[in-house]
């Protein structure tokens, strides 16, 4: 299972290229100012790879963040709870810095009381360890509100940190901010076209795609917001959302971002794994102009061969 290094070419199509993460964390910190990782969650496609691929990718951000990043937390959710502990206790062991979990969503816990004895079980593997829920019910179909969820959560989950939001309800997540002022949960709001609108609502952090390559244009927005510059902040969120609604329109989704990422960067992000589908070359083109004309991407950041690895 283990091809790192080997250099077949059905590896470097099928199997995760190990030997670009330490790249990527210079990439991150250098280039796009974003020092915190979120491993293993939907755009790393974590559900769609093994248990032991989930232990390696956790184990090398880990290691190559040492000292560069500020926080490497590991997505643990699983369909099974055995695996998701299994997971979690990998996590704990490795040093990492917190675990995530999303609600399992084949056979799914249909009450708030079901998902908080599921999330207390994997949080339970890993006692030392920050526990975040995920929320994104878009995904997992499921729709328990994250403000419910959260309500006396810490009674039941000691370990219990806060909430990666990935939904657009605002009224839930103002809530979950609103109930919850006397501790001091963070707060990450994950659709980025949106994050202005959650910072006003008091989020404390953002996880999302879209900063492996607008991380420096969203930090810029995160500082307009802090001097309390809105209409600067809102300048800032208008032109996100420019190229976010232009790529929507074409199709985005996992895959069109590893295409943006391996083009910004330059560092082969690879094709995804099915069932997702390779971005097209005319997606890739299109969402190129745009970040050209947005001013998100000049010909001296494009790397040489960043298009031949998307192609
Ligand atoms: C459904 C989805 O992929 N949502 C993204 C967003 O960053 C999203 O790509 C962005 O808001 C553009 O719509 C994140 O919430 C997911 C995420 O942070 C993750 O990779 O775990």
Not at 74 to 89: D, P, T, Y
Not at 211 to 216: A, P, Q, V
Not at 228 to 256: E, H, M, T
Request: with cysteine; aromatic share 10%.
């Amino acid at each position: 299972e283990n091809h790192r290094n080997k250099g077949k070419q059905t590896d470097s199509e099928r199997e995760i290229n190990f030997s670009v993460i330490g790249q990527y964390v210079d990439y991150l910190v250098k280039e796009q100012g974003v020092k915190n990782i979120f491993v293993n969650g939907t755009t790393g496609e974590g559900l769609s790879l093994s248990i032991s691929e989930r232990r390696q990718v956790a184990e090398e951000w880990v290691t190559k963040g040492k000292d560069k990043l500020d926080q490497v937390v590991i997505h643990v959710g699983a369909l099974s709870l055995k695996e998701s502990q299994e997971l979690a206790q990998h996590a704990a062991e490795i040093g990492a810095d917190g675990i995530a979990v999303i609600a399992p969503f084949f056979l799914k816990p249909w009450t708030k009381d079901i998902l908080i004895n599921f999330l207390k079980e994997v949080a339970a593997a890993a006692p030392a360890l920050p526990f975040y829920y995920y929320h994104i019910p878009a995904l997992t179909g499921v729709k328990i509100r994250a403000e419910e969820l959260l309500d006396g959560i810490q009674d039941k989950i000691p370990t219990f940190r806060g909430l990666k939001f990935s939904d657009t309800d605002l009224l839930d997540f103002g809530q979950c901010v609103d109930q919850n002022r006397q501790q001091q949960f963070a707060f990450l709001f994950g659709v980025d076209e949106q994050l202005l609108s959650a910072l006003v609502m008091g989020a404390t952090g953002a996880v999302g795609s879209t900063y492996n390559y607008l991380g420096k244009k969203t930090n810029q927005m995160l500082e307009a917001f802090e001097r309390k510059d809105l209409s600067l902040a809102l300048n800032y969120q208008f032109c996100i959302q420019r190229f976010i609604n232009f790529v929507v329109k074409l199709g985005f989704g996992v895959s069109q971002t590893k295409a943006i990422m391996t083009l910004v960067s330059g560092i082969p992000m690879g094709p995804p794994r099915l069932p997702l589908q390779k971005a097209s070359r005319e997606f890739t083109d299109s969402a190129e102009a745009k970040l050209k004309s947005l001013d998100f991407l000049s010909f001296a950041d494009l790397k040489d061969g960043s298009l031949e690895a998307s192609s």
